[in-house]
């Protein structure tokens, strides 16, 4: 059997040239990759507000057909109130939503207090 002797220059590993490259691709790769996945979560964390606005507006309209009434009526009061729980009049039940204050600010966004109703308006 014949070995063949290794040169002499001849490496095992990766040049300096090579791994800067290498770490050229992947700061090219990730400065696109991290502007689309923030533009992916805000666009979810605008639709969980809208879902979240949707919610406080019908739980409203729920509340408001059972003879609930408000101390406050403002949105801000609303919502409050809905948060923390309402008891029908009219019909038995309790009206609460469970968001935070941070969910709470975001849905106000989204929604519009006329006429003494909370309306849902989409953007």
């Known amino acids: 059997m014949h070995y063949k ?3 002499q220059g001849t490496s095992k590993g990766l040049s ?3 791994v800067l490259i ?6 090219l790769i990730s400065s696109i990759a991290i502007p689309v996945l923030s533009d992916i979560t805000g ?5 969980v507000s809208k879902r979240n606005a949707q919610l406080l507006s019908d739980t409203f309209a729920f509340a408001d057909q059972a003879g609930v009434s408000f101390p406050v009526a403002t ?3 609303v919502c409050n109130s809905l948060i923390a729980g309402v008891d029908g009049n009219f019909m038995p039940g309790r009206f609460q939503v469970s968001l935070t204050t941070e969910e709470r600010d975001a849905a106000m966004n989204h929604l519009t207090f ?3 109703f909370l ?5």
Do not use: C, M, R
Request: no cysteine; charged share 30%.
């Open 22 to 27: 290498v770490i050229a691709v992947i700061g």
């Open 75 to 77: 949105e801000l009061g």
């Open 114 to 116: 006329e006429d003494d």
């Open 5 to 7: 002797k290794p040169t």
């Open 43 to 47: 666009t979810a964390d605008n639709s």
């Open 119 to 123: 309306l849902y308006s989409p953007d």
């Open 16 to 18: 300096l040239v090579e």
